[in-house]
């Protein structure tokens, strides 16, 4: 089946930090989602996109979808202690989605 | 309030026997899918439907079945031909439409074999 390719595994950052994480397939999706978990929790969306090229923000997050369609990156400017928890991108054809294995973020006061 | 309930949120079975995780939305959602997600990993779709009385095989279904009677309702039985049922099961649900349409998500269940 399709894979996705997310870097990096882990994050380890002081608070005020930018981070970026990205995400690289070898199929094309139509959507690229982002999402966040928190321990024992379902996955939150955190910010759609739904044309290559397309660059979206929310708030402190932004992300693009890449021009080829096989790969999105998500930023995250001036981190703050709740950003703590695993970012999952996925990617969608039709309804069904693929998802990265994540990125583990902590972040230090 | 609108949402997705999953239950319950642990579970524990024993080797050899079946075991059914609860998933109901009252957001009027059509399609409803089930994930299983392993440590470390990302999510895995088991099985999804679109309508009621309809349902699909997603990437790894050997070893799990379903029913959509009800529109709100997808229930997952993990029976005792999945090997490795020890997992977080993840509930979702969404509007049903031309491509892709945003999956909303419950809390889990962790299934752990005793």
């Known amino acids: 089946g399709q894979q996705l390719n997310q870097s990096p595994q882990s994050m380890f950052i002081q608070e005020g930090e930018d981070v970026s994480m990205n995400c690289t397939s070898s199929s094309i999706f139509n959507t690229w989602l982002w999402y966040k978990q928190d321990p024992g929790e379902g996955p939150v969306l955190l910010i759609a996109?739904?044309?290559?090229?397309e660059l979206t923000s929310n708030g402190r997050l932004t992300a693009q979808f890449g021009i080829t369609r096989k790969d999105s990156f998500l930023n995250i400017s001036a981190s703050i202690p709740s950003d703590v928890g695993i970012y999952f991108c996925a990617g969608a054809s039709g309804s069904r989605l693929t998802f990265g294995e994540g990125t583990q973020l902590t972040v230090n006061p | 309030d609108g949402g997705i309930t999953q239950s319950p949120k642990y579970l524990f079975r024993k080797e050899g026997q079946n075991v059914t995780l609860s998933c109901e939305q009252n957001l009027n959602h059509d399609a409803m899918y089930w994930y299983r997600q392993d440590p470390g990993q990302g999510l895995r779709l088991i099985y999804y439907?679109?309508?009621?009385?309809?349902?699909q095989k997603g990437d790894i279904a050997e070893g799990y079945s379903v029913s959509r009677e009800k529109k709100e309702s997808f229930p997952l039985t993990v029976t005792s031909a999945q090997k490795n049922p020890t997992a977080f099961y993840l509930c979702?649900?969404?509007?049903?439409?031309?491509?892709?349409?945003?999956?909303?998500f419950g809390d889990g269940t962790r299934l752990s074999i005793l």
């Open positions: 979702a649900s969404s509007i049903r439409g031309q491509g892709y349409k945003p999956q909303h």
């Open positions: 439907s679109q309508i009621v009385n309809d349902f």
């Open positions: 996109l739904y044309k290559a090229g």
